[in-house]
């Protein structure tokens, strides 16, 4: 998984507690991504971050935050957590901004909210 | 706009078969086609990818067919087989706002029979 590695991998919590998920990379690589995946949705992107503490908005971020304070860390936070966010979440890294950039995704984490 | 749209949602072949998983897409300024290929519990990895200015690209036994006119691109597996099952992702992206984040179509669960 290109030296990517998400912690926890599994993860039970219930509704309204905070939950951090951490994405670590060994690529050195600027550009990190946050993704779900929910079965009939594909991959949706949550936020991204463009360099060490410079992140942004993806299509789903409503009741996401993200932190990067070093290039190879990547936290997502979910302040109060909620049913629907119960899913598969995907970090991804890649080299360069534009187009034609390959993303590289790691093992994913699972989260279930009850 | 930003949608691309994926068909079928799952596929049956038998080994041999030859697959074809389609992918539309509105936003004409979307420059960079990629197909990801996911295995269960793993996270995605790029299989091949296609820029709009050719109209089909070959690797091994995949092949991206591209229609530009028609916004539309699909995935064929030539001799399909058993460890193909997987479940793959057409993806766009590019446009005025690019910052290489990658806009995945809903997925299609492949299974080649033995």
């Known amino acids: 998984d290109a030296g990517i590695t998400q912690s926890p991998r599994h993860k039970v919590t219930e509704t309204g507690t905070p939950v951090t998920l951490r994405c670590h990379q060994t690529e050195n690589h600027r550009y990190m991504y946050w993704y779900r995946q929910d079965p009939g949705h594909g991959l949706r992107l949550i936020h991204y971050s463009y360099g060490v503490k410079d992140t942004d908005k993806g299509e789903v971020s409503d009741g996401y935050s993200v932190s990067r304070s070093k290039t190879e860390d990547f936290l997502l936070t979910l302040e109060s957590a909620t049913s629907s966010q119960t899913s598969v979440y995907f970090c991804a890294i890649s080299t360069r901004a534009w187009s034609y950039n390959e993303q590289f995704f790691g093992p994913g984490t699972r989260l279930t909210v009850l | 706009q930003q949608q691309v749209k994926q068909s079928p949602q799952s596929l049956i072949v038998q080994k041999g078969g030859i697959p074809i998983i389609n992918c539309a897409y509105e936003n004409t300024a979307f420059d960079y086609f990629p197909w990801y290929q996911q295995f269960p519990g793993k996270g995605p990895a790029l299989l091949i990818a296609i820029r709009p200015d050719v109209s089909e690209k070959k690797e091994g036994r995949f092949t991206i067919s591209f229609n530009k006119s028609a916004k539309q691109f699909s995935l064929h597996i030539m001799d399909s087989q058993p460890g193909d099952s997987a479940t793959y992702f057409c993806?766009?992206?590019?446009?005025?706002?690019?910052?290489?984040?990658?806009?995945f179509g809903q997925g299609t669960t492949l299974q080649v029979k033995p």
């Open positions: 993806a766009a992206s590019g446009g005025s706002s690019n910052t290489g984040k990658l806009i």
